[in-house]
């Protein structure tokens, strides 16, 4: 199991861009595919995006696809989601989540607190 600590959210505009982090704790990040996942107030955690253990393949959600970006780092054990052209909509707790590669919750073992991200109209 590996440590996660979501970092970088915050009050953004409509239409501008957030980066937010997550630094994993052992010496095993490379293990693990990683994956963003965020939930709004009422509503379902929903999936954004995922990486597999190299960051050779990506797949993110239709809603986020063109405007959101995945990344990883595993010198520095850390994933990044790239966020441009934000929309209101995009509010929510993002969390991040160590597991395998795919688009479901159930795939992920070990998940981060959240960092609040919130979009102004």
């Known amino acids: 199991q590996v440590q996660l600590v979501e970092s970088g959210g915050g009050l953004v505009q409509a239409g501008g861009s957030l980066r937010l982090s997550c630094a994993a704790s052992?010496?095993?990040?490379?293990?693990?595919?990683m994956g963003w996942f965020r939930q709004a107030p009422g509503k379902e955690r929903e999936f954004v995006a995922t990486?597999?253990?190299?960051?050779?393949?990506?797949s993110s959600a239709d809603s986020v696809k063109g405007r959101f970006t995945i990344s990883r780092d595993n010198a520095k054990n850390t994933v990044y989601l790239q966020m441009n052209s934000v929309k209101p909509e995009d509010t929510a707790v993002y969390y991040c989540?160590?597991?395998?590669?795919?688009?479901?919750?159930?795939?992920?073992?070990?998940w981060g607190q959240g960092t609040q991200v919130t979009v102004s109209s």
């Open positions: 990486i597999s253990q190299s960051g050779a393949m990506t």
């Open positions: 052992g010496r095993t990040f490379s293990r693990y595919a």
């Open positions: 989540a160590a597991g395998t590669y795919s688009r479901e919750t159930r795939s992920y073992d070990s």
